[in-house]
């Protein structure tokens, strides 16, 4: 069901690089960008596609994601609301070869180059902010690898579901609750491993107390075991 125009609008204001637009703008902008809605599982983007746009995630959480020659999804990263994306040059971001599929129900909104452009020139704090949040996508990016890189199977996977506790893990009665359902082979290709090799980590991590699953949704019982295995590794 379309959200309504003041809907639009408020989940806009959330977008960072959006914050120097006066709410006169914010309302143009809402109503110049229609909105994508995504079910779970949708592709919202293929190689296929190849237009400069920038993709402004306002409700839900995505996967960029792509297909090695074996025919298997390497994750780049998972994109949460409130975050940009996109194939653009003026940016220095490039989609090439990439998917997009939403993980959960998402509603995206896209910006053309002239759109953006626009409001760039008209409001320069938007390019700056752009910038800055393009500049930490890549410090964020380097850094986990960099934390990646000489640890075991084990390790790298408590590290991730670290990272996803963070992003999204819900507190409830002690422990900690990822809500978005990530399969064996999403989480072996965000750290670099088969899904077997996941599956072991997994035993390992249920093993020592620190996870364990309910309904198919990660759970963490224990959260400092689950850092010290993440450190140790």
Do not use: W
């Amino acid at each position: 069901m379309p959200m309504s125009l003041q809907e639009q609008i408020r989940l806009l204001s959330m977008v960072d690089i959006l914050g120097p637009l006066s709410d006169e703008e914010m309302e143009d902008l809402a109503k110049r960008s229609p909105d994508t809605f995504l079910e779970q599982g949708d592709v919202l983007y293929t190689p296929k596609d190849g237009t400069e746009r920038l993709f402004i995630l306002k409700k839900g959480r995505v996967q960029l994601y792509e297909m090695d020659r074996g025919g298997e999804e390497i994750t780049l990263s998972v994109v949460e609301d409130g975050n940009v994306f996109g194939e653009m040059a003026l940016t220095g971001q490039s989609l090439e070869g990439v998917y997009v599929r939403a993980l959960t129900p998402s509603t995206v909104v896209s910006l053309r180059r002239e759109d953006l452009e626009d409001l760039i020139m008209k409001k320069p704090e938007v390019g700056l902010r752009l910038i800055r949040e393009l500049a930490e996508k890549l410090h964020a990016s380097e850094a986990r690898y960099a934390d990646m890189v000489g640890k075991d199977v084990p390790a790298r996977l408590a590290t991730q579901i670290l990272t996803l506790v963070d992003s999204e893990g819900v507190v409830s009665s002690e422990s900690y609750r990822i809500p978005t359902h990530y399969t064996h082979e999403q989480l072996g290709t965000m750290i670099g491993c088969k899904r077997v090799a996941v599956t072991r980590a997994f035993s390992r991590l249920k093993k020592i107390g620190a996870v364990q699953l309910k309904e198919r949704y990660i759970i963490v019982k224990d959260i400092d075991a689950l850092q010290d295995l993440a450190e140790a590794g």
